[in-house]
């Protein structure tokens, strides 16, 4: 048989078996209850992890307790920050009940939120979360912690917590996103703040929002993010025309370039007169309440005042400022 032939009636053979698979996978024994085979997709997956889980910070109203630090580092004679396989000492041992096999989150407070986009007062303290350490040795007073997952630089005097039970919400399968859809009239608020202080936005980002608890916002929900119809470009804008009408400077005394500028008379005729009608006129003459949807979150941790979301959807780019409305 030549080697042409052999590959024909192989693949002959492979498609007839893909045909017949999906058969024998649920095929029955008489009587027999049937059975749904769950694939990998259809299975619940996180829809956040790792950094933007454990590592998204928080802004909250509470105390943050400050026992509890890294106070030195095995080679900090040769360096003063400190990442993943790095061993550090922490201010706990045997006195506070510490044992091999602890795991401890690494927490950096930063300072008291002052923003202007929000009508709260006191949001609270912003709190990065830097990293988790686990104790590999235990002294009276001291441990020793191998840094197992650092998301910055940790630096000797990082605070340490016990590591928060989170769980993120599963995806889902999310209807298209309506950039022109309408309100929800449900609750709504701002994004103050972007972790790492960015002010541009994507996909996978992490945001700060100023709403929480107390507007009664849990973990899993979806908010639409949207601007005001017209707001929101990235340069100055002085809501006036390029080109305004003209009187002088052009040939035709009744054509001159004014006349068919963006700003042009909307009545005709011979003289093409008209009165000039700018663009703020005519948006004063529509509705109240349009707007532009840029994108979507989902909550991954909820404070008193303040949440912790993730971008999962965007339109167009995201600033900080934006509205978000619980959908």
Not at 37 to 53: C, E, M, Y
Not at 165 to 170: D, M
Request: glycine letters at 8%; a neutral charge.
């Amino acid at each position: 048989m030549s080697f042409q032939k052999f590959y024909q009636l192989s693949f002959k053979v492979l498609f007839l078996v893909s045909i017949a698979l999906p058969a024998t996978l649920f095929a029955q024994r008489p009587g027999a209850t049937p059975e749904l085979i769950v694939t990998q997709v259809n299975r619940k997956t996180p829809l956040a992890g790792g950094n933007n889980l454990y590592c998204a910070g928080y802004v909250e109203t509470g105390t943050v307790n400050t026992e509890n630090e890294i106070v030195g580092a095995e080679e900090e004679q040769e360096q003063n920050i400190y990442s993943q396989g790095d061993n550090v000492y922490i201010s706990m041992g045997t006195n506070r009940g510490v044992k091999v096999g602890d795991m401890f989150s690494v927490i950096r407070p930063r300072g008291k939120v002052n923003t202007r986009w929000t009508k709260k007062n006191n949001l609270g303290f912003y709190v990065q979360e830097v990293g988790a350490v686990e104790v590999v040795n235990v002294k009276a007073e001291v441990s020793v912690a191998r840094v197992v997952s650092s998301c910055d630089n940790l630096l000797l005097g990082d605070l340490l917590q016990p590591t928060p039970a989170r769980t993120s919400p599963a995806v889902q399968q999310r209807p298209a996103l309506n950039v022109f859809a309408d309100s929800s009239g449900k609750t709504s608020g701002r994004i103050f703040m972007a972790r790492d202080n960015q002010e541009m936005l994507t996909r996978e980002q992490i945001v700060y929002i100023d709403l929480g608890t107390e507007d009664r916002v849990n973990v899993g929900d979806y908010l639409t993010i949207y601007r005001p119809l017209g707001s929101g470009n990235l340069f100055e804008n002085d809501e006036k025309e390029t080109v305004n009408a003209r009187s002088v400077g052009f040939q035709s005394e009744v054509y001159r370039g004014g006349k068919f500028s963006i700003q042009a008379p909307r009545k005709s005729g011979s003289q093409a007169t008209g009165g000039i009608v700018t663009s703020e006129e005519a948006k004063s003459r529509r509705p109240d309440g349009l707007r532009e949807v840029v994108g979507e979150i989902v909550i991954l941790n909820v404070k008193e005042k303040t949440a912790t979301a993730v971008i999962t959807r965007t339109a167009q780019e995201i600033h900080t400022g934006d509205r978000v409305e619980l959908q």
